[in-house]
């Protein structure tokens, strides 16, 4: 009250009373015009309380001004009050500009007063608003009236308090079930499942009552009972009590058999909610040895009440643990212990300690759960997540969800107690420990808290974990190599000599390998795990001793046993004799048998999986113990075998590669390699052309190194070639076994049978399917029948609505609609539908020419007619409809009997198969025209009807003529009934011209006008003519007649987009698929849908479309050029005349944008309600339904009406929510993408938004950052804040995508998720397959339940160049026929692609849809497919349904895309998920789930290393002279397995692992004519340089995370395709992943040719060679290739200045990389400073094959006069030193002396540079250097150099503290010089010829050229296009 007097003295001080004259203010208040004030961009502090009463300001401001002026003063009062000192962040601003609007308003306003005083005013109109049901504005009104009433004393305008009560609560937004709005007559509350949900939990009948319980007013509940037992928040209270009611509603209605009371909650849905909620928990409890705290009582009507707490219990901990339900076991945790104070309270048990009543630790204060159990533990994590510091901190050195949530595995979790005990060691985030006092209460009773560090796994960089996680592969594959080399090396003939006694002994040695193997793993298992050694079990720490000591003790007891054996003559056991010789039982033989024991059992389990499942999940004590030592004890992991059928297939199949991998490597690699080894250990090489370190080694041992180390590195990787090979076969085969050939739109035939599936799928059909029956096809002629009179109807109207729904999408014009409707209506024809146009299109005409030209009988003329059946059904329609309009057309009688006599006499001969004798055929065509003629004056629109009228007639009167006098034979009958009407007037014979001119002149009586008054008879002519506007016989028969008579097109031409044919063509094929049947929409799963949204492009803004795109062209205009057919279709929609709105769609769903996303996601509501109400309607009800919808859409206040109940019956089943993370700070900054967010609310009224409101609060006089879950709601254009549920703190702490997900998923509501992302987009016609997939979860026959489902995806981001092509290719072939071999057979699919389909609740009780730690959960969401795999999940593939994906379509974009990829392989492959899931599979899944993950891409580095590998030896072998003693000295001058190990290389540098499984796919769906088509073009569109490209990226991300870290998200935007990237750009992107290795490939290649001349020919070099030389010229230049106007030399001009612009700036802090050489190399090399220990000890051994060079070269100097002396190599280091210290000089001159004494600094260059040149010429003259050793100086030094930066990088630290670091990056940035002008040259070269630039242009948007666009208007297009 004070603070409100204070602002209204303030305001009288600014504007006194009576300062103006009265007359001033009449006139301000007769010129008033009201502007809203802004009302959305409010502090975020402020929104909640303020925001409501200035919008009611705005909504009033017309209706009465006073009104709006009093509720923005009540909310300036408000604000004052809330922050009186204006400390938040933007409240002072808004506090000077409202103060501003009220004292512009407060004299104005009171003259626009209606009411005496200010208080009648609202009074008034509250009481007016409270009368129109605008509830919301009288509640603010009321608020309003009751400040100024108390303020001014007009206390008696007030309401009732009880009314103000009522009033206050009577309003509350609502989600979807308005249980507080007083709404209870909403249809959906009308629902009898959602009654007897509701009335389930209302049942708070014998319930303790609970003291201090909030008082709501609202209806008491088992959630409000809970809040108040638990102190939950009333926001998450409700958002959670809408959550539970849909998902026992949904439950509920789909028991079978049914309910006997439909309103009663069926108990079988309640155990089915708990069985699913509480799985996790029933297991945990059996794992950690504790009862479940679930107890019901024993009075049966009770139960269903009790158990409804518990679940409702769990879901409002789940609701609000916030970060915590990334930590399933956690929540068991805290739910257990919960559970049980629950259970005390219900059964008012006393408390042993306090004789008191049980109550909660925590009690039921308002937000007590948050505060006092999630924010300790979020406290924790958050904490823990500051260590990671961005991804730098190594990730031993911080615990992340798994490690605090893995805590809970073990029973020490129970140590935390309840209350938690904040003292105990996992609440310590600090790595020292510390004394901290246990109670408040004593503080002097202290203990160690100490930090507890990694549980059960650590993340160490090292590439052991490979070897560690898969080490059963690496065994196999060496023992393999051991025995097969043996095999080779005794050049074994025939299997039998495998058992020769010095054959066999050698073979049994792979024993001693694998001994040495296994305790190589055992060692390398224990150091990963050191840093976890204080969180395991001593169960654990004995299991690691045991293995260790088990592991050495064979280690050291095979090998000398087997050597014992080797060396004794003599058996010293037992001997026996066979036709393959003499063998021996030794002590060795006797030690293996033992040591396979084990191999043995475990064989014999593989093969019955059911009991290995058994022993892994048994608690008895023996399997525990066996489980014990076969595997760690985790909680996960467990169970996770396949069925025996599932098991004998993977088998199967990996057997058969394996034994052709095996057969191939030793016929092709080994075996050749055998005898070149024995030649080079026989040669004795006694001269080297260098100094040689170890010349006495025996066998030429490096010699034998350099030949087979790039063939043992190739033996390991080529499996991945073989699998690639095997997949593209058996996923070829799969896809043909699953109907992926089928083609329902390339031939016509196929259409007849999709109605029958259409109902049987999409439908509910009326026939009945037994379980597991196939569907079956009627008989041709009776499936006609069948499909026209029963699935006819419903297919017409799902039909139509796709058509419908092309068009709305503006993918096909009016005409082709009209073309592919299928007419349905209860009129005129009765329900049967008509087929669609384009199928009858051209058959109407054959059939007049078949039938002109036809001499013969009737019936072979009929046969033939109904051989092609849509000819027959044009001819019967043509007939139909032509009798149709006639009948209508004509109402004389006269005329109807004529027109009934002629139609009789063409029926009764059709009947008499007579046709050919009744009419002269041959007359057909000139018929034909005549109809033409006359339909077309039907629906020519005319301005003039009498015009029209008289056309019509002639055309009547001359189709008569001459169907009567030149068609039919005999026209007698008709003649003589227009005889007797006319004799009737006249009498006497007449011609037959004259009968027929007075033809339709008739009046109603039948009488013919006389002749002579034709004229007046002409206008009381009595046709019904002109005919409706609108109606069926217009719009559809008409119309569709004349198109049908005149069309030309093929069925095949129409429709002409490319996008509907492929998706109709995917459409119709899907039908004949394993789908299974739809339920009713009623009884389906309900589904949620969710999408991320971070900072992303919403919809295109009218700049955006306008303005040109990096000097190129503007959006708008690209659109217009790409899309000219469907933008000049949306032109003809709009009938010319768009709007800028228009506009901005069409271009944003031709994008990747959130509003193409949810249009796409939205079409699932549309289809599932055209569904619900094809459920209800009969096939005579479908023609009028629509209209009916239509109708009552019209009767929104109808709660009953028919598209009130279909609305609440979709919104029960199908929910969407877009998590909007920054929607909060976009809308308070006012950000257009808040509104057209919002936008898309008001669009789709369903639609929700999920945000993190971040806002300040004051508290103790400091603002104080408090974070909140929103849930909003569009609500008549504005947003509407439907729940608030407060966080511990900020959610975004580990990766962003997972987090954002995680806030929003408690909003979500269905059974299944959906998380979409927003780069994809949906189809109408597949949203009708929705329900079909989410039977999918219901439907497992034989199969465990799954709980993935995995989808297909289509890549709609083709554009226009040949990268588009390429990738989406690539991701086509892996998301179809990839996925497809991975889940089945293979049955190691994990989540892919963001379409899939999630078990909600299995997944939100097992840790959620995605992990979010920092770094190592880089790729999230293939994370959420590990865990639910280790978690006894099961995920499955379909390819019946697919949803549109985007992707990055520019080079730099997709490289961005592939290191991110190549980023979180590199994390995954640290991860405890692949190491565990590697332990757990057996050995054929371990396989599959290698080379489909973290495989892959260490193959493709490894086929990277093979190049470096191979071309070092062979550098070590010239430079040596060990080469040319070999070939001259052993001839070997071809080594065939080194030819087969560059061919092999090859393979997977081409790109071809990606060609061959997309040649397959593109072979099945498309015809492998087409495939092969498609992949030669792609090769003339240098596709291999592309996957060439491609592999360097993958390899050098790849290696790099995994040695060093600094994987991070890289944000690759969706630009489109069309712009050209700078060379600083594509420098900074590529310098050290490409050209760096590019230049050392170069370098290599090119001292080997220089050196290897002289003894080889250079054709062999090349074709040794010509692989490396094709990945080396691609890595350095494919990024300028592949550029848009890379080659323009206007570019190249622009991109040289940039690019001398970005090295010579002068870097320093806050400067980006983008703008500065200096902080770019900084960044570049950031992650070295982070690297640990042993990575940088790796870098460091990396680089010293940079020092080989220099080495092996200055001994080949002629100034060395071969010289072979270590000195000649120790003297060349001057030269190094001589350049180090003048850069030293150069850069010490430049400090000191360039600024001060310029001159003298240009001296000082000059003196240096006349020196080296002085230095250089003595050498030349007086030291014989010749030109050659100049070149072979550079060639030396320049890797030498690069070597020492290199390591200087790497001690950055230890060589910045002695002061040289400045002349290393003057180093540094002289590389960066030379490298880029080594680049530049050649392109600037080859931009000088114009003709390269067109070739250019033409290879990469070859796609364009075929569809005729014009690609340089678009480069160079405009920059404003209307």
Same mark, same amino acid.
């Given at each position: ?61 017309? !209706? ?43 004299? #104005? ?144 209605? =789909? ?95 006393? &408390?042993?300690?306090?004789?008191? $009543?049980? #109550? ?89 808290? $100490? ?159 059911? #009991? ?20 760690? +004890? ?57 100094? !040689? ?158 039938? =002109? ?82 339909? @077309? ?71 013919? #006008? ?97 303005? &040109? ?103 029960? $089943? ?216 280790? =978690? ?39 991860? =405890? ?244 050489? @200096? ?11 982070? &690297? ?123 060589? !910045? ?54 690609? +340089? ?10």
């Amino acid at each position: 009250m004070e603070s409100r007097l204070r602002i209204v003295q303030a305001m009288e001080e600014i504007v006194p009373e009576g300062s103006s004259q009265p007359s001033q203010w009449r006139l301000r208040a007769a010129r008033h015009s009201p502007e809203p004030f802004d009302s959305e961009k409010l502090p975020p502090i402020l929104v909640s309380e303020i925001r409501r009463f200035l919008r009611v300001a705005n909504e009033l401001e017309r !209706e009465s001004p006073r009104a709006a002026y009093l509720c923005r003063f009540h909310a300036f009062e408000k604000i004052h009050t809330m922050d009186q000192n204006s400390s938040g962040r933007g409240v002072r601003q808004l506090k000077t500009s409202l103060l501003q609007r009220l004292e512009r308003d407060e004299e #104005v306003t009171k003259l626009l007063r209606l009411q005496k005083s200010d208080a009648r005013e609202l009074e008034y109109l509250y009481l007016k608003k409270k009368s129109e049901n605008a509830l919301e504005i009288a509640f603010v009104l009321m608020e309003v009236l009751k400040a100024v009433s108390f303020t001014d004393g007009h206390e008696q305008f007030l309401p009732a308090g009880g009314d103000i009560k009522e009033k206050s609560e009577s309003y509350s937004p609502y989600n979807i079930l308005p249980f507080d709005s007083g709404d209870s007559q909403n249809a959906i509350m009308l629902l009898p499942e959602i009654e007897a949900s509701i009335s389930a939990i209302r049942n708070v009948r014998g319930l303790p009552s609970i003291e201090n319980s909030c008082e709501t007013g609202l209806p008491l509940d088992l959630l409000y009972w809970l809040q108040n037992l638990f102190g939950f928040q009333t926001g998450s209270v409700s958002n959670q009590r809408e959550h539970l009611v849909l998902l026992l509603a949904n439950m509920h209605v =789909r028991q079978n058999p049914k309910p006997a009371l439909a309103t009663k909650l069926d108990d079988r849905a309640v155990d089915e909610l708990m069985g699913k909620l509480f799985r996790n928990y029933r297991n945990w409890c059996k794992f950690l040895g504790r009862k479940c705290n679930f107890w019901l009582p024993s009075v049966k009507q009770e139960i269903q009440q009790h158990k409804i707490l518990y679940i409702a219990l769990y879901l409002l901990i789940w609701g609000e643990a916030s970060n915590l339900r990334l930590m399933p076991e956690c929540l068991c945790y805290i739910f257990h212990h919960m559970a049980y104070e629950l259970y005390g309270v219900l059964s008012s048990a006393v &408390s042993l300690n306090t004789g008191k $009543k049980v #109550v909660p630790a925590y009690g039921g204060q308002n937000e007590s759960f948050l505060r006092n159990v999630v924010t300790p533990i979020y406290k924790v994590i958050y904490e823990e997540a500051q260590k990671n510091k961005n991804g730098v901190s190594d990730h031993s050195k911080w615990r992340n969800y798994d490690d605090l949530n893995e805590f809970f595995w073990s029973t020490n979790c129970f140590k935390l107690g309840w209350p938690l005990r904040l003292e105990n060691d996992f609440f310590c985030t600090s790595f020292s420990s510390k004394q901290i006092s246990t109670s408040k209460e004593s503080p002097n009773e202290t203990c160690e808290w $100490k930090w507890l560090g990694k549980t059960n796994f650590v993340e160490v960089r090292s590439f052991w974990h490979l070897f560690r996680s898969f080490d059963r592969l690496w065994t196999f594959l060496l023992l393999a190599l051991q025995m097969m080399t043996i095999m080779a090396w005794h050049e074994l003939e025939t299997p039998l000599e495998l058992f020769d006694p010095e054959v066999f002994d050698g073979i049994m040695s792979i024993f001693v390998t694998n001994a040495i193997l296994r305790f190589l793993q055992v060692v390398i298992d224990i150091s990963l795990m050191w840093g976890a050694r204080q969180n395991m079990e001593f169960s654990q720490r004995l299991r690691y001793l045991i293995k260790f000591l088990v592991a050495l003790i064979w280690a050291i007891t095979l090998p000398v046993s087997y050597a014992t054996s080797q060396g004794s003559s003599v058996c010293s056991t037992m001997q026996f004799q066979s036709d393959a010789g003499n063998f021996c039982i030794s002590l060795y033989l006797i030690f293996v048998l033992i040591y396979l024991i084990s191999n043995f059992i475990g064989v014999a389990l593989f093969f019955v999986p059911a #009991v290995t499942h058994y022993i892994e999940t048994s608690s008895w004590l023996a399997c525990s113990i066996i489980s014990w030592w076969t595997q760690s +004890h985790l909680y996960v992991g467990r169970g996770m075998q396949e069925a025996q059928v599932s098991l004998l297939k993977y088998t199967i199949f990996w057997v058969i590669l394996l034994s052709c991998k095996l057969l191939f490597s030793y016929h092709f690699q080994i075996k050749p390699l055998i005898e070149p080894t024995k030649h080079i250990m026989k040669v004795s090489i006694n001269t080297y052309d260098w100094h !040689e370190f170890f010349p006495e080694v025996q066998n030429n041992a490096g010699a034998i190194l350099a030949v087979w180390a790039p063939i043992l590195l190739v033996y390991v990787m080529d499996t991945q070639i073989w699998y690639s090979i095997f997949c593209a076969i058996f996923g070829g085969v799969c896809g043909i076994v699953r109907h992926l050939d089928s083609n329902g739109w390339n031939g016509q035939e196929p259409f007849l049978f999709i109605p029958i599936h259409v109902q049987w799928f999409l439908c509910r059909s009326s026939i009945t399917k037994e379980k597991g029956e196939h569907l079956q096809r009627y008989p041709e002629e009776q499936s006609l029948q069948e499909a026209e009179r029963d699935e006819l109807p419903k297919f017409a109207h799902v039909w139509n609505q796709i058509i419908a729904n092309f068009r709305s999408e503006d993918l096909i014009s009016n005409r082709e609609m009209d073309m592919m409707i299928m007419p349905l209506s209860s009129k005129f024809g009765g329900t049967s539908a008509r087929w669609p146009l384009f199928l009858l299109a051209m058959k109407f005409s054959s059939a007049v020419n078949m039938a =002109r030209d036809y001499v013969g009988k009737h019936e072979k003329l009929s046969r033939k007619i109904k051989k092609d059946k849509y000819m027959f059904y044009a001819i019967k329609e043509c007939y139909d409809t032509l009798k149709n309009v006639f009948n209508f057309l004509v109402v004389g009688d006269l005329d109807k009997r004529v027109l009934r006599a002629l139609f009789d006499d063409i029926e009764t001969s059709i009947r008499n198969s007579s046709t050919p004798i009744d009419f002269k055929l041959a007359e057909l065509p000139v018929l034909i025209e005549k109809v033409i003629k006359m339909v @077309e004056i039907l629906v020519t629109v005319f301005e003039n009807n009498q015009t029209r009228l008289d056309a019509l007639i002639i055309s009547f009167q001359g189709f008569l003529e001459f169907i009567i006098n030149d068609m039919m034979v005999e026209g007698g009958r008709i003649l003589d009934i227009i005889d007797s009407s006319y004799g009737q007037e006249r009498g006497g014979d007449v011609s037959l011209m004259q009968h027929v001119s007075h033809m339709f002149k008739s009046d109603s009586r039948g009488f013919i #006008v006389p002749f002579s008054q034709s004229d007046e008879g002409t206008r009381n002519s009595v046709l019904r003519f002109p005919l409706p506007d609108k109606g069926p016989l217009k719009d559809q028969q008409i119309k569709r007649l004349f198109l049908m008579l005149t069309v030309k097109e093929a069925a095949l031409d129409i429709p002409a987009n490319l996008e509907v044919r492929r998706r109709i063509s995917f459409f119709a094929t899907s039908l004949f698929m394993d789908m299974p049947p739809a339920p009713k929409v009623r009884n389906m799963l309900s589904l949620s849908i969710m999408t991320p949204y971070f900072l992303e492009e919403v919809k295109f803004s009218e700049d955006e479309l306008r303005l &040109s795109q990096d000097g190129g062209a503007s959006i708008l205009y690209y659109m217009q050029k790409i899309y000219p057919d469907e933008w000049k279709n949306l032109l003809e929609r709009f009938n010319y005349n768009i709007t800028d709105d228009d506009t901005r769609c069409w271009a944003s769903f031709r994008g990747q944008t959130l509003s193409r996303t949810v249009r796409g996601m939205m079409y699932y509501r549309k289809a599932l309600k055209l569904q619900a109400f094809l459920d209800i309607c009969s096939n005579q009800d479908i023609a009028k339904g629509c209209i009916a919808i239509e109708r009552d859409k019209n009767q929104k206040n109808s709660q009953n009406s028919l598209a009130a109940k279909l609305d609440a019956l979709i919104d029960m $089943k199908f929910t969407y929510i877009i998590s909007c993370q920054m929607f909060g700070l976009q809308k308070a900054a006012g950000d257009s993408h808040a509104q057209d967010i919002i936008d898309l609310m008001s669009r789709y009224p369903s639609l929700r938004v999920a945000y993190i409101e971040e806002k300040e609060e004051i508290v103790d006089g400091k603002p104080h950052k408090v974070y909140s879950s929103v849930l909003i709601k569009a609500v008549n254009n504005l947003d509407q804040e439907v729940y608030r549920i407060k966080l511990p703190g900020p959610p975004i702490i580990g990766e962003g995508k997972p987090e954002n997900q995680n806030h929003a998923i408690i909003f979500t509501r269905g059974e299944a998720l959906q998380a979409i992302d927003m780069n994809q987009d949906n189809n109408f016609e597949e949203a009708y397959k929705m329900r079909n997939l989410l039977q999918e979860f219901i439907r497992h026959s034989g199969q465990p339940h799954p709980t993935i489902l995995g989808l297909r995806e289509h890549i709609f981001t083709g554009s226009i160049s040949s990268l588009a092509g390429f990738m989406s290719y690539q991701e086509t072939s892996f998301v179809t026929i990839g996925q497809r071999f991975l889940a089945n057979p293979l049955r190691v699919r994990f989540h892919y692609g963001h379409p899939d389909l999630f078990d909600r609740i299995f997944h939100i009780t097992q840790g959620g849809i995605s992990k979010a730690s920092k770094t190592i959960n880089l790729s999230e969401g293939v994370f959420s497919g590990f865990n639910s795999i280790l =978690r006894q999940g099961h995920v499955t593939y379909h390819e019946y349904m697919q949803v549109g994906k985007g992707r990055d379509v520019g080079l730099n974009q997709i490289s961005k895309f592939e290191a991110k990829l190549a980023n979180g392989n590199g994390e995954q492959t640290l991860s =405890r998920d692949i190491y565990r899931l590697g332990h757990r599979f057996d050995f054929f899944r371990l396989l599959s789930f290698y080379f489909t993950t973290v495989g892959y891409y260490f193959n493709n580095l490894i086929s990277v290393f093979v190049v470096y590998v191979f071309l070092y030896g062979r550098l070590y072998l010239v430079l040596s002279g060990v080469e040319r003693a070999l070939i001259i000295d052993a001839r070997l001058q071809h080594i065939k397995s080194l030819e087969t190990v560059l061919a092999t290389q090859s393979f997977l540098q081409l790109g071809l692992l990606t060609g061959l499984p997309m040649v397959m796919e593109l072979g099945l769906e498309k015809g492998f004519l087409s495939a092969m088509s498609n992949f030669i073009l792609m090769q003339l569109q240098l596709a291999a340089s592309f996957f060439t490209f491609s592999l360097g990226t993958k390899a050098h991300h790849f290696g790099r995370t995994i040695l060093h870290g600094g994987a991070k998200y890289r944000p690759t935007g969706c630009k489109f395709v069309v712009f050209h990237a700078g060379f600083t750009e594509n420098y900074q992107l590529y310098s050290r992943s490409h050209f760096v290795k590019g230049i050392e490939l170069i370098f290599l290649l090119s001292v080997y040719n220089l050196f290897s001349m002289s003894y080889e020919s250079s054709i062999a070099h090349m074709m040794i060679t010509y692989s490396t030389w094709f990945m080396a010229i691609n890595w350095l230049f494919v990024p300028f290739l592949f550029n848009p106007s890379g080659f323009a030399w206007r570019m190249i001009v622009e991109d040289w200045a940039d690019w001398n612009k970005w090295m010579n700036n002068v870097g320093g802090i806050g400067v980006q990389p983008e703008k500065c050489w @200096e902080s770019w190399w900084n960044t570049e090399n950031a992650h070295l400073r982070h &690297s640990g220990l042993c990575s940088r000890i790796i870098e460091i051994l990396l680089c010293l094959r940079f020092f080989i060079y220099q080495y092996g070269l200055v001994y080949h100097l002629d100034i060395s006069q071969k010289n072979k002396n270590i000195v000649v190599y120790m003297l060349s280091w001057f030269v190094i030193l001589a350049v180090f210290l003048l850069v030293k000089i150069v850069g010490e001159g430049s400090r000191r002396l360039s600024t001060n004494y310029h001159l003298i600094y240009r001296f000082l260059k000059l003196l240096i540079f006349l020196s080296v040149l002085a230095g250089i010429f003595t050498m030349l003259c007086v030291c014989r250097l010749s030109v050659m050793d100049l070149v072979i100086c550079c060639l030396a030094f320049l890797p030498t150099g690069w070597g020492l930066l290199s390591v200087a990088q790497t001690l950055r630290p230890k060589i !910045e503290e002695y002061g040289v670091w400045e002349p290393v990056k003057v180093v540094a940035q002289a590389y960066d010089y030379g490298m880029g002008g080594l680049l530049f040259i050649p392109i600037a070269v080859l931009a000088w010829m114009p003709l390269i630039s067109t070739i250019q242009t033409r290879v990469l948007f070859n796609q364009a050229f075929t569809r005729q666009l014009q690609i +340089h208007p678009i480069l160079y297009g405009k920059n404003r296009n209307r």
